[in-house]
Every structure is written in structure tokens, then in C-alpha cells.
């Protein structure tokens, strides 16, 4: 077996860390109770926050649960899910959408189970515009017929446009934001952005606030607060 420590809920179990990613996993799976939640989407304010560790841990965490799950690394811009699951990054999502490649030439068994991997592929000079083929919708169509959930790590939401670009596609955007890092106007900024794309927020996590006992990182998961007043009413 591998050491991965970025895959900490794979590697130690019985972490604080790994149990709340596994609460994480729990409020995602009972965020829409009233529609299908297949498709989760995973970005930040900025670079930097984890989201992409948050996004490969989240897709170990429902594996354990008995799902299969497929990870896209749909960040072409600075992509790391390869590094992470340490796997070869020389094709992937770019050369499908190019039409060089099919899914099956791409697609990755990791070595966690039931965690597949489709990586970012070559960095290509014009990520939006891929991200907005009509092949990436095919792509995600046959993914969800495929695998219970299909976890996409997009790039930080204030940088680009590619994360509002899939918004739309997807059940689901988790914001992940690291915590002292960010300034509330920026939060809410992305807010915005995600919302204006008609994505659909599920929730924040507060990513790298510190347990001064543990003297580790815990993830603090704030359900979206329309749907909390709509479940209320």
C-alpha cells in the first residue's frame, strides 16, 4: 500500500480529519432530498484553499460507503489530482474533448477502491472553451450512468470562468474556503458567481481551521442557507 498524505482519509482512517470528511460525505448525500445528487463539483475563491484535496478526499469518503465514484480534474489550468493519486497525467479529459481520445483510453483505476480517475490531460490554450463543448456534456451524461457520483475538482471561481462554465452542468457546487485566508466580500463574491451561472450552491467548507488539542486541520461543512429557510418554511 502507498503513503499519501494528501489521501488522509484513505490512509488514517480514525483521523478527526477523516471523520469529517465522512460528516461531509453525510451532509452531501442529504443535501437534496428532493432531487438526484450525482454530479458535485468542487472549487475555491482562490488557489491555494484545498480544494482539490477536499474533492479526492470526499470521493475516497463516499467510496467507503459502498458507491463508485469517478474524479475529474477539470482544473486545465493547474491540475494535481494526477499527483495526488500518483498516476500519469500524459492523456486524460483534454484529449477527449479534442476527440483524440475515448473515455476508455483515459480512465483510471486508482488504489483506493471503487475511486476511478480521469486526469486534466495536456494543459490546452483555451480550457473555458473546452469546458463548454458539447462533448463535455456527452462525457459528464455517460459518467452518471456510470458511476454513483462523479466529483469534479474546478479551478478557483474568482480566477477564471471555467468553474461557472460547469456550474450549470452539475447537481451540485461545494466552495471550499480556507480559513483567515479569504475576506467575507470575497466569499460572497463567489457566491454570486456561482448562483449568476445557475449553479446550484450546496454548502461551504471551512477548510484549515485549526484544533489546538489536535493541533491538526479540521473541515467544517455550512449548509447552503436558502435551502436550510426553504426546509424551514
Do not use: W
Not at 484549515?208 to 447552503?224: L, R
Amino acid at each position: 500500500m502507498y503513503r499519501n498524505s494528501r489521501l488522509i482519509v484513505h490512509e488514517s482512517v480514525k483521523s478527526p480529519i477523516a471523520e469529517a470528511y465522512r460528516t461531509l460525505r453525510t451532509n452531501l448525500q442529504f443535501s437534496k432530498l428532493d432531487s438526484e445528487l450525482k454530479m458535485i463539483l468542487f472549487t475555491s475563491t482562490g488557489p491555494g484553499e484545498g480544494k482539490s484535496t477536499t474533492a479526492s478526499n470526499t470521493a475516497v469518503a463516499l467510496a467507503q460507503s459502498g458507491k463508485k465514484v469517478v474524479i475529474i480534474d477539470c482544473d486545465l489550468r493547474k491540475p494535481v489530482q494526477h499527483k495526488i493519486f500518483q498516476k500519469s497525467n500524459q492523456i486524460g479529459l483534454t484529449n477527449i474533448l479534442v476527440g483524440s481520445m475515448h473515455l476508455s483510453d483515459v480512465i483510471h483505476k486508482t488504489e483506493v477502491p471503487s475511486v476511478n480517475l480521469i486526469t486534466s490531460g495536456p494543459i490546452p490554450p483555451n480550457p473555458s472553451e473546452l469546458l463548454g463543448f458539447a462533448k463535455m456534456n456527452k462525457l459528464l451524461e455517460i459518467l452518471k450512468q456510470e458511476f454513483d457520483y462523479v466529483i469534479i475538482d474546478a479551478p478557483p471561481v474568482l480566477a477564471v470562468t471555467d468553474a461557472c462554465v460547469l456550474a450549470s452542468k452539475v447537481d451540485g457546487v461545494v466552495l471550499v474556503i480556507s480559513s483567515g485566508m479569504v475576506r467575507p466580500e470575497m466569499a460572497r463574491k463567489a457566491k454570486e458567481l456561482i448562483k449568476k451561472a445557475s449553479g446550484h450552491l450546496l454548502g461551504l467548507v471551512m477548510n484549515k481551521v485549526e484544533i489546538e488539542k489536535e493541533n491538526a486541520y479540521y473541515y467544517y461543512y455550512y449548509g447552503d442557507e436558502e435551502r436550510k429557510k426553504e426546509r424551514s418554511s
